[in-house]
């Protein structure tokens, strides 16, 4: 890679020390991290058997074979014959290397409260619910929704139907009833694990009566198990409903794992798609949790004494993620009930120093909404054990990576910029310790990924947009949606023969750092000229009073397709230079006169999933008068009523 001439980090002694990924190299006879990634295009079998013997995994039955394409690459197969239970080497394998007494987990509430579990207790209360729930008839294979706030409870759920077997179905903390019951009838669940409520903002958020109206039209559903949060007074079945604490009461403190294969289904995790029912993205005992462990092992640079802390819900593939790839990797995890603002705009940085947190993580939709804040907050804490920042979810503009890598990193800490999916189970592009840095860049693949950017005909294209692709199977892709194997060939490798393709625009500059520039099904396409809707934002957030945009095409009879910006102004922005007019004249500044939006509309919030996705599909078909499509993982109505009010003007 050549130098880029805004660089703003670069690795010291230090982190190349400890590096991971360099180790890994030295374990795997190789040179560097590029020799690395060739040997795993030309053989991805003999890369991912090597990083599972470097990343210390227990099989229990040893696997024949490490990679099984017989069916070809969209129903590649991992480890066969293995026996692998992902929660042994999540727990067991810490408590007997002697670490028990070493903290596991902790939790904080959204009023404050705190909780620490160390291994041993994480693994004694994960075998008393695993016991418990198999009393109430849970077995290997049965389908278990998930609807919790993010609290210790909600991870010891998750590893204890990975003792059992079961398969986990995640549900976001702020889905609605048909969110819910949607996916308890497509997966067919048995069993929905829930709470009396949620804390946000200081108040109780129901719960328990959301479960009840999805149970109602979920008729696979037998029983639900509640824990009790905020002491609230709930709806209540007899005979179907049970309280978690009654549970657990009898329980035995071990349970003995299932010896599950290391191609059972342990997890469906539901996306949301443009039209239809959401598709649930099937993942394996052997498959997502080791995708990501991997991934935070050598692109984070985790492990044994740190402490991973990612701004998440469950029903987001990054709740499973930290909770899994943290533990396996002999973390600790944090896990955070609240809102990053409250009670206070420094909530988040308080959150960090109280715990020592050196691994933090959020959405760049985040960043922006803190940024709006003020410096202040984050220069008022000095975060010392903070070593690495994480992010995900979405494109960066440069002023917030700036804001967030100079205030929040005190410019010491590199962004781990991390781009993947669901169904990826992880990252296909990231950023790592060992090479230098430049604002909102990826500095290539993942180990492991053999990704690349290609044009219309599926030829590879550097220094101009183009769609990205992955030429090799992985562990951690998913293994077909569940139910509908067609809509998964339809999905990713049906375009280009023998390449997954992922729905993204990406491009390498000349540099060698690669860029996603939004989703392929969100470019626009003025004038014959392809753009992404990030690059559009980007220009609209460089006027000084924007805090952030969303840019959409809509129907031109002249260009084709003509662009419409949304933005919400920082707090404080001067009405006189902030106008629709000065805001277009910015991104045509920035981006040509060519592509000059028709229109700038200033709103207050712009629609989002739970996770801080602005979600552009919605913006646009409310902006249009059209259908929605899926909307189940919507956070804010409200924002989506504005932008559909506009229409009617």
């Given amino acids: 890679m050549t130098m880029h001439d805004d660089i703003v980090w670069r690795p010291d002694a230090a982190a190349l020390d400890r590096s991971r990924l360099l180790a890994f190299c030295r374990a795997a006879g190789v040179a560097d991290p590029d020799d690395l990634q060739a040997r795993a295009a030309e053989d991805p079998g003999w890369y991912w ?28 197969r991992w480890f066969t014959g293995g026996g692998f239970n992902w929660t042994e080497n999540a727990l067991d394998r810490w408590i007997d290397a002697g670490r028990g007494e070493e903290t596991a987990l902790i939790w904080e509430g959204d009023d404050g409260a705190t909780r620490t579990l160390t291994w041993n207790a994480l693994a004694a209360e994960t075998d008393r619910f695993a016991a418990a729930l198999h009393g109430l008839g849970v077995g290997r294979g049965d389908r278990v929704g998930i609807f919790l706030p993010m609290l210790a409870e909600t991870a010891i759920a998750m590893l204890a139907l990975g003792r059992i077997g079961a398969i986990v179905l995640p549900m976001f903390s702020g889905f609605g009833a048909e969110a819910i019951a949607s996916r308890l009838r497509d997966g067919e669940a048995s069993l929905l694990i829930c709470a009396d409520g949620a804390m946000r903002r200081g108040q109780a958020i129901p719960m328990k009566a959301t479960a009840d109206e999805a149970v109602a039209l979920a008729p696979t559903v037998e029983r639900v198990v509640v824990l009790r949060r905020t002491g609230s007074e709930i709806p209540w079945t007899e005979g179907r409903d049970i309280w978690w604490h009654d549970a657990v009461a009898a329980a035995p403190a071990h349970f003995t794992p299932e010896p599950t294969a290391a191609d059972d289904l342990s997890m469906v995790i539901y996306t949301s798609g443009t039209t239809g029912r959401p598709k ?10 080791i995708k990501a462990m991997h991934d935070l092992a050598l692109c984070f640079d985790l492990g044994p004494g740190d402490t991973l802390f990612w701004l998440t819900d469950l029903g987001w593939m990054m709740g499973p993620w930290l909770i899994g790839g943290g533990l396996m990797n002999g973390a600790a995890i944090l896990l955070f009930e609240g809102t990053p603002d409250w009670p206070r705009p420094d909530r988040l940085w308080q959150v960090i120093g109280d715990h ?16 709006g804040k003020g410096a202040e907050w984050p220069r008022a804490h000095a975060m010392p054990s903070l070593r690495i920042l994480g992010s995900t979810g979405e494109t960066w503009n440069p002023d917030p990576w700036r804001w967030y890598f100079a205030e929040v990193g005190k410019g010491r800490c590199p962004v781990i910029n991390y781009s993947g999916g669901t169904e990826t ?24 990924m053999i990704a690349d950017v290609v044009d219309e005909r599926g030829l590879p294209v550097r220094g101009a947009v183009g769609e990205l692709v992955v030429r090799q199977p992985w562990v951690g892709m998913t293994a077909g949606f569940w139910k509908d194997p067609e809509r998964y060939l339809d999905a990713y490798w049906r375009r280009f023969d023998g390449m997954w393709v992922h729905g993204d625009w990406a491009e390498i500059d000349d540099d060698g750092f690669w860029f996603i520039r939004g989703r392929s099904d969100d470019t626009l396409k003025v004038a014959g000229k392809r753009i992404g809707p990030a690059e ?24 084709g397709e003509g662009v419409v910006v949304f933005c919400v102004l920082r707090p404080g922005a001067d009405p006189e230079t902030c106008t629709p007019e000065a805001i277009r004249a910015t991104i045509a500044h920035h981006l040509g006169a060519a592509l000059r939006p028709e229109r700038v509309h200033m709103v207050r919030d712009l629609p989002k999933t739970r996770n801080a996705k602005i979600m552009r599909r919605v913006i646009r078909t409310a902006y249009l008068g059209q259908p929605a499509g899926d909307t189940t993982a919507l956070e804010n109505p409200a924002a989506v009523a504005e932008i559909a009010a506009l229409l009617e003007r």
């Fill in 356 to 371: 020592g947190v050196t691994h933090a993580g959020m959405a760049p939709t985040a960043i922006r909404a803190l940024m």
């Fill in 49 to 76: 058997d090597q990083a599972v013997r470097f990343l210390g995994l227990h099989f229990s039955t040893p696997y024949r074979e490490t990679l099984d394409l017989s069916g070809g690459k969209p129903w590649a």
């Fill in 536 to 559: 559009v934002e980007s220009a609209a957030v460089a006027h000084a009073g924007v805090q952030e945009a969303a840019a959409i095409g809509v129907p031109h009879e002249i260009k």
């Fill in 280 to 289: 649930g993205a099937q993942h394996v005992q052997s498959g997502f949790m």
């Fill in 425 to 448: 189970g992880g990252g296909i592009v990231g950023c790592d310790t060992l090479h230098p840095q430049t604002p909102c860049a990826f500095t290539g693949p993942v180990p492991g």
